[in-house]
C-alpha cells in the first residue's frame, strides 16, 4: 500500500499497480490521511498490506518556515501513527526521509548512522518523523521497519527543480543558480523503483536507517547546466553564492548521501548521476512516441 499517491515519488510507485507479482494499493490523502488514527485503521482493514510505503510528506521547504504546525503534524505525528499502526498489525513499512536531517557541515557522504542536525521547519519534523517510526517499532518489534533518505528528487514531469529549470530556460531569462552546494540529483522513477526492490524483498535489507543516492556529488548550478544541455536548450546561466540567493529555509551546503550499502543489499547498480539523467530523458521521449 503506498501513501501520498499523488505526489511525485507516490506517483512513479503507483505505476507499479500493473506488475503481476505484485498487488499493489495507492491511496492519495483524500483516500487515507496519515495524520488521522482512524483513517490509517480504515485502510489497514480494507486493504491488509503486507507492506506500506510512506511516500506521503509536506515538502514545501521554505513554506514550511510560516506553517510549523502544519508541517510537523504531516511529517512528525503522522509517520509515527503509521508506524503504530503497523507494528500493532505486523506490517512492514518503508518510510522516506531526506538529506535535511544533516546540517551539511560534513566533507565526505553522510553515512545512516552520522548524527542528524536538522536546520529549519522541514529538517526538523523530517527528523522527528524518523524518530517517531523508530520508537514505534522498537516499542512492539512485530515487524520490519525501514527509513530511506534521498537527496535532491526530480523528475521528467511534475514539479521540481528541473521542471522549473526547464520552464525559465524556455522563457528565455538569463539565470543565476547556486553553486556552493552539493548533493547528488536522484530521479524518482528509479527510486521508486528501488523501493519496489525493498517491498518485495525485505530479507535483503536489515530494519534500520538507509541512504539511497546516485554517483556524486555535483551543484545545482552543474545540474542545471545538464538538464539544458539533454534539452538542447542555449541558456545564459552563471553561478552564484548561497549568500546571494537567499530563501527562508536554510539548505545543507553538503548533503551528498551514501548509497552504497543500500545499493550492494538490493543489488541495484549506482548510477552517476548524469547518466541517470540521460535515461531519464530518453526515457520520458521514447514514452511520448509510444503515445502517438
Known sequence: ?????????????????????????????????????????????????????????????????????????????????????????????????????????????????????????????KHEGEQRVRNAFESVNSSDWWIVRVAWLYDVRGSNFMQTMLRLGREGKSLRIVHDQQGAPTAARPFAEALMALATHPDRVPSGMWHYSTEGPTTWFEFARAIFLEYGLEVDTSPCTTAEYPTPAKRPSYSYLDGTPFAKALKLPIVPWEMELKNEVKANENAKKDEK
Open 1 to 125: 500500500m503506498v501513501t501520498g499517491a499523488n505526489g511525485q515519488l507516490g506517483s512513479r510507485l503507483s505505476e507499479r499497480s500493473n506488475d503481476a507479482q505484485i498487488h499493489l494499493v495507492s491511496l492519495s490523502r483524500t483516500e487515507l490521511d496519515i495524520a488521522d488514527t482512524q483513517s490509517i485503521q480504515r485502510a489497514i482493514e480494507v486493504h491488509r498490506p503486507d507492506v506500506i510505503i510512506n511516500a506521503a510528506a509536506y515538502t514545501a521547504v521554505d513554506l514550511a518556515e510560516s506553517e510549523p504546525e502544519l508541517a510537523h503534524q504531516i511529517n512528525a505525528v503522522a509517520p509515527g501513527l503509521l508506524a503504530q499502526a503497523c507494528a500493532e498489525n505486523g506490517i512492514d513499512l518503508i518510510h522516506i526521509s531526506t538529506d535535511y536531517v544533516f546540517d551539511g557541515e560534513a566533507c565526505q557522504p553522510y553515512r545512516p548512522e552520522d548524527e542528524p542536525n536538522p536546520q529549519g521547519v522541514y529538517a526538523r519534523t
